[in-house]
């Protein structure tokens, strides 16, 4: 990526507070930078470590492989005989790491050479779509990184490893797929975003050099580039839902205790993959029935977890589960028996995504004041858009009544005025932006630029 190294220590030094902030239990925080293919040499761009009255200590004091000039691929990948890293798990398969046992982290570098324990730590892979970074000639022609048989890691990849992150936290305080690292996958997913907004911006300056004899070619490259940078800021509102979707999990675990005895989706999903288990091995085990019964409990196990907006959760039944239990029941007959059975959990399933929303239960949770109910079932059922920003000043103001007991309540409060005031400036960057496309497209200076 082509971003300036000011700019690009800014950017990550803004994430690293960000992930600071919102994680009471997070230490310290590193950034690494990667790229280009097929190098991939990974360099630490910053680090911060939190000190008293939650302030940051920045820099790279400590001796590390990974400074400057940092690591090429072939230097920590994977390669029988040689210490396995963490980071060499990232970057090739482009999943995250936790290290919530440090005593037994196989990829703990300094545990395999010195049998000295890490800390309890955090890897997040920064992920950027390859169509947002090459067009599709050129990427039909890159030069992706090998593994050490000699096969290209990332060919049949939507993404490429931008950067990676990594959180330390106090120890026992985090575990695999636990909040914090799902806040800081989250997280990583706007720092993708950002370092392609900077990588867009930069490419436009460049495109701008040249303006004089290539007007309209670089015109076409300014517009599309603006554009897709405007669609990445709508991350903005899907980080806003993600918030709306913990007050949507707090809100239904209320319901659960006023009503304990009460099936739930999650007990739902859990017994149709109970069926599916009882009966892979009658299946034969293997084979195409094998594959499907695996994504359909993933899938299963996956929405059983995550607070998703009942509309969401629908079309995720209705595209996703559905059309999987219908291949297994007619292409295997081992499930022949549990057919009715499924069928009605699948009924019951759709009919629990909207409990939230049931005005009766509500009535019933009569440990928590009426007003704080009306609110909390409306707006924790809000599905944010561009159009209705104002409603996250309902929901601040729900956060403040005195009354409301859930996890976390400040860090959020925090958050979401952080991100309101980023989607507020959206409808006014799309409308310059839109004002200096026609008018460099018809040769003039732009007014707002004048």
Known sequence: MIIPNDILEKTCKDMIETILFCLNDATKGTIYLVGPMPRLQVVRITSGVRVEDNGIKWGLPEVSDYNYPGKVWEQYQDRPGRVLEAMGWCVERQKSWTSDDPHRDGRSVRKQVSGEAEDFHHMEPVLVPKSCLYSDQCASSLEYPLDYSGRPIWNDCEYVVSAVIKIHFRPHTIRLGDRSTKIIKKLSQTLGTELLSQHVRETVNEAQRVLSRQRLQSCNVLAHDLRNTLMKMGFVFSAINAEISFLREQW????????????????ILRRLNSIVKLRLPCANGTGEIARLA??????????????????????????????????????????KDDSEEIRELLNRLEQRFWMGLDERLALGVRHLPDD???????????DLTVDRVFIVDEILRFLDHPALDIPHKQQTKKVLRSLKALAEMIPEVEERA?????????????????
């Not at 239904?252 to 007990?267: C, G, H, I, V």
């Not at 704080?372 to 809000?382: E, G």
Request: net charge positive; charged share 25%.
């Open 294 to 335: 695996g994504e359909l409990m993933a899938e299963q196990e996956e929405l059983a977890d995550l607070p998703v907006h009942p509309q969401s959760a629908k079309a995720w039944l209705d595209h996703r589960l559905r059309p999987k239990w219908q291949r297994l029941l007619t292409e295997c007959d081992v499930w």
């Open 434 to 450: 839109n004002k200096i496309i026609y008018s460099l497209r018809n040769g003039n200076t732009p007014d707002c630029c004048a």
């Open 372 to 382: 704080i109910k009306a609110q909390w079932s409306r707006l924790a059922y809000t």
């Open 252 to 267: 239904e675990l209320q319901l659960q205790k006023a009503f304990p005895a009460m099936e739930t989706r999650k007990s």
